[in-house]
C-alpha cells in the first residue's frame, strides 16, 4: 500500500523502500564496503513480498550506489571524496597549458575525470539564459550539454549556451573536443578576452530526472549554478548552466577586499 505524499498522490511501496535503502547509503548508515541487506532480511524488516524487494532493488542498482555480483548480493560502492570547488579553475593559467576548469580541477584533487557529451547543436534561448546572453527569448544559440563524472560516478551536469553570432565561425566550438584549454581558450584565441566570471548559486531539490541522471536519491539535495563568462568588452559570450550533486562539493571564493 503506497503512503500520501504532495499532490495526493500514492508512492509505490517498493519505491518507498528503495529510497529507504538509498537514505541510508547516503547518511552513511550503509558505509561503502558494506552488504546491503538479504532479500530474506529486508522482507522480513519491511514485511513485504520477495517481489516488491526484488522491485525495489532494481531501483537501488539503477542508482549506481551499488555493485552487485550474482550469487554474493549488493555491496555499496565508494563515492568520491568532497571535492573543493575554487574560483582558481578559471585561472588563465589553465587554459594556456591546455586545460580545461573541469581537468584542471580534478588533476589537483588527483581524482580520474571524464567528460560525456550529451548534446551539441543548435538551441532555443531558454527566458533566464536569454536575458544574460542580452538576446530575445527563443534566439538560435548554441548548446553544449555535457555529464561530468569522478572516479567512475557521475558529479555534475552542465549546459553552455553561446550566442550564434559569436560561434558560427568557431568550428571547433561545435565539435565534442573542442581541443586543450576547452571553450574558453578557443573563444580567446578568437579576440573574445575574459574579465570575469560571475556564478549564481542556488540549493534545491533535484527532480526526478535530474536524480537519475546524478545517481541521487529522489529529491535529493542539489547546487544549481549559473555563471556568466564576461569579456573586456562588457559582453556575455557564455552562460554555463550547471547542477551538482550537492554532498560532493565545498565553494570557496576569493573575494577582493579592496574596492
Not at 217 to 234: D, E, F, M, Y
Amino acid at each position: 500500500m503506497g503512503t500520501g505524499v504532495g499532490g495526493g498522490k500514492a508512492v509505490p511501496r517498493y519505491l518507498q523502500i528503495a529510497d529507504e535503502i538509498l537514505q541510508q547509503i547516503r547518511a552513511g548508515v550503509l558505509k561503502p564496503g558494506d552488504m546491503v541487506p538479504s532479500e530474506s532480511v529486508l522482507v522480513d524488516r519491511y514485511s513485504v513480498s520477495a517481489g516488491t524487494i526484488r522491485k525495489a532493488m532494481v531501483e537501488v542498482r539503477a542508482s549506481g550506489l551499488v555493485a552487485t555480483r550474482h550469487g554474493k548480493g549488493s555491496m555499496v560502492k565508494d563515492r568520491p571524496p568532497v571535492r573543493l570547488r575554487s574560483s582558481d579553475r578559471f585561472r588563465a593559467a589553465h587554459r594556456r597549458g591546455g586545460k580545461a576548469a573541469y581537468l584542471a580541477e580534478s588533476e589537483e584533487a588527483g581524482a580520474t575525470a571524464k567528460v560525456s557529451v550529451l548534446y551539441i547543436g543548435p538551441a532555443e534561448a531558454p527566458e533566464d539564459i536569454a536575458g544574460r546572453l542580452d538576446v530575445a527569448v527563443g534566439t538560435k544559440v548554441l548548446a553544449r550539454r555535457r555529464l561530468y563524472f569522478r572516479n567512475g560516478t557521475p558529479v555534475e551536469t552542465a549546459t553552455s549556451y553561446l550566442p550564434w553570432q559569436v560561434v558560427k565561425d568557431i568550428p571547433e566550438l561545435f565539435a565534442e573536443n573542442p581541443g586543450p584549454g576547452g571553450i574558453y581558450a578557443r573563444l580567446e584565441e578568437h579576440g573574445h578576452t575574459f574579465v570575469e566570471f560571475v556564478e549564481t548559486l542556488q540549493a534545491r531539490s533535484a527532480a526526478k530526472a535530474e536524480a537519475s541522471e546524478l545517481a541521487l536519491s529522489p529529491g535529493a539535495p542539489v547546487v544549481h549554478l549559473l555563471r556568466n563568462a564576461v569579456t573586456t568588452t562588457g559582453h556575455v559570450v557564455e552562460v554555463c548552466e550547471t547542477l551538482m550533486a550537492a554532498d560532493q562539493f565545498i565553494f570557496q571564493y576569493r573575494i577582493p577586499a579592496a574596492d
